[in-house]
């Protein structure tokens, strides 16, 4: 069950962010250049990305673990991978804090900084904080983020103090980051440039297990059909009391070229997987009528979800850049405010 923050946690940190304003880390770091501190095993390092110095909002992104690292690649790769900013907005997991609009922060949000004493005027000057979770939209902290946050802007503002010290010269563009590195009592530290983890987006193929359904698929004939396979993120945000946050549903998509018709969609709940949907979608249509000659998907990550799918049945899979039949449903859907 969600629990909030209360007023002295989010006091804390609205105090270290402030400090840290006053650093003005964008006015050294590109969005682009990382920052990790580390307390514990590699996997556990903490990533922070800078925004606003390329003009817009100033803010910070915190991206935790490798998990939090892969889905700040698949936005920075997004156009690499061909997916939509939606589409990788989707999938991100982090913490973040900006200096915005009023307009941009809910009423909850500026209910917590009248109640703090906290008063901003004029443009981009507005503090608020924000959580992003896979399936769902950008929804203020709990109570447990607010603690998770609150120790990570304050391992940050160490990490820019011993950044702006040192004088450090980091290769950013060559997949470095600036590191700082905690002993087990947190009484000591080392910092400095150091590799990122890795720089490329890691994506998984999805293996069948089931032997009986490995077979049915192998036996399949071929109906000759030419399919598109997508999946779509609409960018709406949807509430429903099951979820204590709002929902930013996902589409999966199968759309047959030759008729110009999509044959399916559904819209996913958060704690569904897309691309595992999707590929169900797909071998429920081998299963009724037969296996089709070729499959469209627009990036690599559907695609390692279909390869498996696709070597068994003999079809061939290609990767486009344009899917006309789904995008043109995709659209119309956008109109009803998905």
Same mark, same amino acid.
């Given at each position: ?35 990790? @501190? ?44 061909? #997916? ?27 209910? @917590? ?11 981009? +000057? ?94 399949? =004939? ?9 999946? =779509?993120?609409?960018?709406? =945000? ?18 047959? #070229?030759? =008729?110009?018709? @999509? ?18 979608? @797909? ?13 469209? #998907? ?9 390869? +498996? ?12 850049? +344009? ?7 995709? +659209? ?7």
């Amino acid at each position: 069950m969600r629990k909030e923050a209360s007023l002295e946690q989010w006091k804390v940190l609205y105090e270290a962010a402030t400090r840290i304003e006053g650093l003005k880390p964008w006015e050294k770091f590109w969005d682009l250049d990382l920052i990790g @501190v580390r307390n514990g095993s590699e996997d556990e390092t903490t990533f922070f990305c800078i925004h606003g110095r390329d003009g817009a909002r100033c803010g910070i992104s915190v991206y935790e673990g490798f998990t939090g690292l892969n889905s700040f690649l698949m936005l920075a790769l997004r156009q690499r991978l061909n #997916v939509t900013t939606e589409y990788a907005m989707f999938y991100q997991r982090n913490m973040s804090c900006y200096w915005g609009m009023r307009e941009d922060l809910t009423e909850r949000q500026r209910k @917590v900084i009248k109640d703090l004493g906290y008063k901003y005027r004029g443009k981009n +000057q507005w503090l608020y904080f924000q959580s992003r979770k896979p399936g769902y939209s950008a929804y203020i902290l709990d109570e447990e983020e607010a603690l998770r946050m609150a120790d990570h802007l304050q391992d940050l503002e160490l990490a820019l103090r011993c950044y702006e010290e040192s004088g450090a010269e980091v290769s950013f563009e060559k997949g470095s980051m600036f590191l700082l590195t905690f002993e087990e009592d947190k009484k000591r530290w080392h910092y400095g440039e150091a590799p990122l983890p890795f720089t490329i987006y890691q994506y998984r193929n999805l293996l069948i297990q089931d032997e009986e359904l490995m077979a049915k698929l192998e036996k399949a =004939s071929n109906c000759g059909a030419v399919l598109e396979a997508d999946i =779509s993120i609409p960018g709406g =945000s949807v509430t429903d009391r099951e979820y204590d946050r709002p929902m930013n549903p996902a589409l999966a998509l199968l759309g047959d #070229v030759s =008729s110009e018709a @999509v044959l399916k969609f559904e819209m996913l709940k958060p704690e569904d997987n897309p691309t595992v949907r999707l590929a169900e979608m @797909v071998v429920e249509f081998i299963l009724q009528n037969g296996a089709p000659k070729e499959i469209r #998907v627009s990036n690599v990550i559907i695609e390692a979800g279909l390869e +498996q799918i696709c070597n068994i049945c003999g079809i061939r899979l290609c990767r486009t850049t +344009q899917l006309p039949v789904l995008e043109a449903f995709a +659209q119309s859907m956008k109109r009803f405010d998905l």
